[in-house]
């Protein structure tokens, strides 16, 4: 529906401010956190020029004390993983990790526990 509601120009579907950053940062992989952090709920977009390229960074929480992987996908497009690891993501040193020769062009990628 989100996208009929982008072409037909209807309101009240999604938002465009979708934030380029985590609204706020905690420790994304502890084992223990702050009650009073709670993920917030929306629908957002992003709208990206043709051919644009992005850089999406899945961070496998422990907010529910999950110990399962959970498969991440954007539906109707592959990509291509640069890289996994585990803990919290950081975009000072992980960047230098990225395998940018022969990266895997996929469907679904699943971070791991904590990763």
Same mark, same amino acid.
């Not at 994304?28 to 709670?38: E, G, I, Q």
């Not at 850089?55 to 999950?66: K, P």
């Given at each position: 529906?989100? +996208?009929? /509601?982008?072409? &037909?120009?209807? #309101?009240?579907?999604?938002?465009?401010?979708?934030?380029?950053?985590?609204?706020? @940062?905690?420790? +994304?992989? /502890?084992?223990? &956190?702050?009650? #009073?952090?709670?993920?917030?709920?929306?629908?957002?977009?992003?709208?990206?020029? @043709?051919?644009?390229?992005?850089?999406?960074?899945?961070?496998?929480?422990?907010?529910?004390?999950?110990?399962?992987?959970?498969?991440?996908?954007?539906?109707?497009?592959?990509?291509?993983?640069?890289?996994?690891?585990?803990?919290?993501?950081?975009?000072?040193?992980?960047?230098?990790?990225?395998?940018?020769?022969?990266?895997?062009?996929?469907?679904?990628?699943?971070?791991?526990?904590?990763?």
């Amino acid at each position: 529906m989100c +996208f009929q /509601a982008y072409y &037909r120009n209807l #309101s009240g579907f999604y938002t465009s401010d979708f934030p380029d950053e985590p609204p706020y @940062y905690f420790d +994304f992989v /502890a084992d223990s &956190r702050d009650t #009073s952090t709670h993920p917030l709920k929306g629908t957002k977009v992003k709208i990206l020029e @043709y051919k644009e390229e992005v850089e999406i960074v899945f961070q496998s929480t422990n907010l529910l004390n999950a110990s399962d992987e959970h498969s991440m996908y954007i539906h109707g497009h592959k990509f291509y993983v640069l890289g996994e690891g585990y803990g919290n993501f950081s975009s000072a040193t992980d960047p230098e990790t990225y395998n940018l020769v022969d990266p895997p062009y996929l469907r679904t990628a699943s971070p791991p526990v904590k990763g």
